[in-house]
């Protein structure tokens, strides 16, 4: 059963709760899912590290019942 894309955010913002979360349904089929992630827990951390954080958010999903997911992580910019 595929995963909708609140459960996704959900997942996500328990991880990293400052978290803005934008999830994306690419091909309308449950799964294959576009996610931009703000937060400031990314700060000095580098993309792989960025992601692998997001990917533990997901507690095992990724690959499984979350077939794919393109990631853009970022930090918040400052004023």
């Given at each position: 059963?595929?995963?909708?894309?609140?459960e996704?955010?959900?997942?996500?913002?328990?991880?990293?709760?400052?978290?803005t979360?934008?999830?994306?349904?690419?091909?309308?089929?449950?799964?294959?899912?576009?996610?931009?992630?703000?937060?400031e827990?990314?700060?000095?951390?580098?993309?792989?590290?960025?992601?692998?954080?997001?990917?533990?958010?997901?507690?095992?999903?990724?690959?499984?019942?979350?077939?794919?997911?393109?990631?853009?992580?970022?930090?918040?910019?400052?004023?």
């Open positions: 059963m595929p995963m909708h894309p609140r996704i955010e959900q997942l996500i913002k328990e991880a990293l709760p400052d978290a979360v934008v999830i994306e349904d690419l091909a309308g089929d449950g799964d294959h899912y576009a996610a931009r992630i703000v937060s827990a990314f700060r000095g951390k580098s993309r792989v590290q960025q992601h692998q954080m997001v990917y533990a958010a997901l507690k095992g999903n990724m690959g499984g019942v979350l077939h794919a997911l393109a990631l853009q992580t970022s930090v918040p910019e400052t004023p």
